[in-house]
């Protein structure tokens, strides 16, 4: 019996389970970061690397990460690798940051009793180093 390991998929099969259009799998082929095996038809194959891969880029992806920075991350021998890793990690840093004055302003803005957010003192703590350019 095969393992799973052993298996392999079309690229209907891979982008259905990944939620995909086949055409953004073909794309990343296009583009390098996909190498897919080919049938005795010329038809794709996906092996378990490949889905690996797949998974890497789709997770990357919902990270950020673009195309380009992706094709570093995957290619071990690129001599950018760290320097594009460590610009993602500080991009990330950057972005949680955000998302944590973000959701301080939404619960702020959830309790408050004021009518027109923007005018309350506690909630333009949350801006004012936006704010802070027009002083």
Request: net charge negative; charged share 30%.
């Amino acid at each position: 019996m095969k393992s799973s390991r052993d298996r392999t998929w079309s690229v209907g099969e891979v982008a259905e389970r990944f939620d995909l259009p086949t055409n953004v799998l073909r794309h990343w082929e296009s583009v390098g970061l996909l190498r897919p095996e080919r049938d005795s038809a010329g038809r794709r194959r996906y092996a378990h690397d490949d889905i690996a891969r797949v998974a890497a880029i789709q997770r990357n992806k919902d990270a950020g990460m673009t195309l380009d920075q992706i094709g570093v991350l995957l290619d071990a021998d690129s001599p950018e690798r760290h320097a594009v890793l460590q610009a993602h990690l500080d991009d990330l840093d950057r972005r949680m940051e955000q998302m944590r004055i973000s959701r301080e302003m939404t619960e702020h803005a959830f309790n408050c009793k004021a009518h027109d957010i923007s005018a309350c003192p506690r909630f333009q703590q949350h801006v004012s180093d936006l704010m802070a350019a027009f002083e």
